[in-house]
């Protein structure tokens, strides 16, 4: 048997674009020989250096100890407690909780996500501790440095020619596509990653996320 195509894949739980491109990768999964592989990013870090230019309620979610860290610092505590195996399906719960079925970004989310795969309920307290900022930031730096910078999340690395890993932001979809067609964006993405000088592919978002 061959062995899987390793996806290494950044997201930050409270990202619906994440949330959508997670989904299809999880697809792809199930229709191409890959293994994806998770790790934490933080809009909070991303946007650090540049509260001023956001908005009042923005930067409060942003600043360290805002919501916006609530559930990424929860999901790098759960990893470093209990091993990588548990931060994909820590970010279903969250995902499915927070955007699926609009529970929004709060410690009753998290709560739940963390009951829904057998965690233990006192990781909660870790939304409000910094004990593992410095892992959070490593594997934020980690993704950042491979995609560069003014980008967000996610960030997916995939093999490029010659099967070093190539990162894109992105791709950003939705609703995620399922079957086929989560197998012909993936081919698609392993195309362009395949062309050297290759960097960027946009255009304007006209629709929400989709989350059916």
């Given at each position: 048997?061959?062995?899987?195509?390793?996806?290494?894949?950044w997201f930050d739980p409270v990202c619906p674009w994440a949330w959508m491109t997670s989904r299809w990768v999880l697809e792809v999964e199930k229709v191409r020989d890959i293994e994806v592989r998770w790790h934490v990013m933080s809009l909070g870090v991303l946007n650090e250096d540049k509260l001023d230019q956001l908005s009042e309620a923005y930067q409060e979610n942003m600043r360290p100890g805002g919501k916006t860290w609530w559930p990424v610092r929860v999901i790098v505590a759960a990893q470093q407690l209990h091993g990588d195996e548990v931060v994909?399906?820590?970010?279903?719960?969250?995902?499915?909780?927070?955007?699926?079925?609009?529970?929004?970004?709060?410690?009753?989310s998290i709560a739940?996500?963390?009951?829904?795969?057998?965690?233990?309920?006192?990781?909660?307290?870790?939304?409000?501790?910094d004990a593992y900022d410095t892992e959070l930031r490593a594997s934020h730096k980690e993704g950042i440095d491979k995609v560069g910078q003014e980008v967000g999340t996610p960030v997916i690395a995939v093999p490029g020619a010659d099967g070093?890993?190539?990162?894109?932001?992105?791709?950003?979809?939705?609703p995620a596509p399922k079957g086929e067609e989560a197998a012909k964006l993936w081919d698609g993405t392993?195309?362009?990653?395949?062309?050297?000088?290759?960097?960027?592919?946009?255009?304007?978002?006209t629709a929400p996320p989709s989350f059916e």
């Open positions: 048997m061959s062995e899987k195509t390793p996806v290494d894949f994909g399906k820590l970010y279903t719960a969250l995902g499915t909780r927070i955007h699926n079925r609009g529970e929004g970004t709060n410690r009753e739940g996500a963390l009951a829904d795969v057998g965690l233990p309920a006192d990781l909660i307290e870790y939304a409000d501790s070093e890993q190539i990162a894109f932001f992105g791709p950003v979809v939705t392993l195309m362009v990653a395949s062309i050297p000088g290759f960097y960027e592919i946009k255009r304007t978002r």
